[in-house]
């Protein structure tokens, strides 16, 4: 059964300081990771996709094949990055995605 | 336009009652989806459609019924729910080809079953 698990439900770091978000996956053939950001009384939004290798507000994940990791990662945390993130995977196409169960993010001042 | 609306915001009805959400988008794209998300849970997959076309229904009980008159909408009938349907009602679209394409998420609509 495909799979994307994220360990910590709640993570709370000092402003300043860096920040991972944990995700590993489980899926049959070469899925299409995404990370999702839910701030809050907004919608769910697109934050990266791994095939473009791309930083966006200062975040960037690095797909490991060999670990089926897809890990969230910034350097500097900001008051604006508290959040829910989920990390979802998909089969690619018209495929639906399978989220993780989201890491709530708080930014502490 | 690059966004989903999704009508109505709210809707709370009973559960003898007929209802409908409605979800919109104007990007082109041809695969659109309804997922459910019960509070501080993920969002589930329930119905996507792929130009037009039903393609994937995972199990979701018959007192549900998409639709999708034409590429740019997408409805999702209600009838004879049960208390424990309450939730957020999210549609989402994607161009539907081609890799790592994104999907694209409305508001979602708050559902409350007397």
């Known amino acids: 059964a495909q799979r994307v698990t994220q360990p910590e439900k709640l993570l709370s770091v000092f402003k300043g300081a860096p920040v991972e978000l944990k995700c590993n996956y489980s899926?049959?053939?070469?899925?299409?990771l995404f990370w999702y950001v839910q701030y809050s009384r907004q919608r769910l939004q697109l934050l990266l996709r791994?095939?473009s290798r791309e930083s966006i507000k200062g975040f960037t994940a690095d797909l490991n094949k060999g670990e089926t990791s897809f890990h969230l990662k910034k350097p500097f945390a900001q008051e604006e990055d508290s959040a829910m993130y989920y990390c979802?995977?998909?089969?690619?196409?018209?495929?639906?995605?399978?989220f993780g169960k989201g890491t709530h993010l708080i930014i502490q001042p | 336009d690059t966004e989903v609306t999704q009508t109505p915001k709210h809707l709370v009805m009973g559960m003898t009652n007929k209802k409908s959400l409605k979800c919109e988008q104007h990007?082109?794209?041809?695969?659109m989806y309804w997922y459910k998300q019960k509070a501080k849970k993920p969002p589930e997959l329930m119905f996507v459609?792929?130009?037009?076309?039903?393609?994937i229904n995972e199990s979701v009980p018959s007192r549900f019924s998409p639709e999708c008159p034409n590429s740019s909408l997408l409805n999702l009938h209600l009838h004879a729910l049960q208390p424990e349907d309450s939730a957020l009602y999210l549609c989402?679209?994607?161009?539907?080809?081609?890799?790592?394409?994104?999907?694209?998420f409305g508001d979602g609509t708050r559902l409350s079953i007397l």
């Open positions: 989402a679209s994607s161009q539907g080809w081609g890799i790592n394409q994104p999907q694209h």
């Open positions: 899926y049959s053939g070469s899925p299409e």
């Open positions: 791994h095939i």
């Open positions: 979802a995977a998909s089969g690619g196409g018209a495929d639906g995605l399978t």
């Open positions: 990007m082109g794209h041809r695969a």
């Open positions: 459609y792929s130009y037009e076309k039903l393609s």
